[in-house]
């Protein structure tokens, strides 16, 4: 797995690693995403291939009911946010099958597969 990178001070870093298989870009090369403006914080963003999205911490995690967006709690108060595609929660879940049902708050270990995605059938949609 590649690290993406330490996202806090020396003492209190929390080691996250790609969720996916993909490029990681900066989030400014991402048209019109509403992320780019860091309004929920620092990240980057991922042109994907093929595959599953996997846990990038071990932690507590919801998965949104249209699998496109998974929030991570590693630590209190610290929220790692997965959210795949512009324009995916239109979708209502097509294109997503979740692979592990969860509990609410439900421990996942690091690289633990979550959600698949059909990226085929993702690309064909306009907001992609």
């Known amino acids: 797995m590649m690290s993406l990178k330490n996202i806090f001070k020396k003492d209190k870093e929390i080691l996250v690693y790609s969720p996916l298989k993909g490029e990681v870009i900066d989030l400014n090369e ?11 914080g620092d990240g ?4 994907p291939e093929p595959g599953e999205i996997c846990a990038p911490v071990s932690s ?6 249209t699998n496109h967006l998974l929030i991570f709690e590693p630590r ?3 929220y790692i946010v997965i959210h795949f595609g ?5 979708l209502e879940g097509k294109g ?3 692979i592990v049902e ?3 708050k439900k421990m996942v270990e690091v690289g633990e597969k979550l959600v ?4 085929d059938y993702l690309k064909k949609m306009p907001s992609l």
């Open 30 to 40: 991402v048209p019109g995403n509403v992320f780019t403006s860091n309004i929920i």
């Open 44 to 47: 980057c963003a991922i042109i």
């Open 60 to 65: 507590k995690v919801e998965i949104f009911k």
């Open 76 to 78: 209190k108060g610290v």
């Open 86 to 90: 512009v324009g995916t929660s239109l």
């Open 96 to 98: 997503f099958e979740r």
């Open 102 to 104: 969860l509990s609410p």
């Open 116 to 119: 698949s995605y059909d990226l």
